[in-house]
């Protein structure tokens, strides 16, 4: 299984950035597909899941400003940051967990098999 996150950047305060996540090796539709970032000196924290069928769910201090989505013919899913913040930056990973996993809480990093290897993201003041 590979997941290969990609699209970060420096991106000024306000602006905006997609981040992606390729996965192979897998069957895409029995995952649920999140993103976690991690700052500097911080713990890696939860930002964002979706399920198989497309429901999402956000952390309080993303949500109305990123939003996830997934397509299924591209193993991919997609991460749409806007109105970005000098707090946002972190290094961004997805991960994947499977829905016959023992775990149901796809916001704690343990409900998770697979993570990609991350891509940095820079929001400038």
């Known amino acids: 299984v590979q997941l290969q996150a990609y699209g970060g950047g420096l991106v000024q305060a306000g602006g905006s950035l997609r981040l992606s996540c390729a996965a192979s090796g897998l069957t895409f539709t029995n995952y649920v597909m999140g993103w976690f970032r991690q700052a500097p000196g911080k713990e890696r924290e939860f930002v964002g899941s979706?399920?198989?069928?497309?429901?999402?769910v956000y952390a309080d201090s993303v949500k109305g400003r990123f939003t996830i989505s997934r397509d299924g013919a591209k193993n991919t899913v997609h991460l749409q940051m806007n109105s970005l913040k000098p707090e946002d930056t972190a290094n961004y990973y997805c991960?994947?967990?499977?829905?016959?996993?023992?775990?149901?809480?796809?916001?704690?990093?343990?409900?998770?098999?697979?993570w990609g290897q991350g891509t940095q993201v820079t929001v400038s003041s």
């Open positions: 991960a994947a967990a499977s829905k016959y996993g023992y775990y149901s809480d796809y916001s704690r990093e343990r409900g998770y098999d697979y």
């Open positions: 979706i399920t198989w069928s497309g429901g999402s």
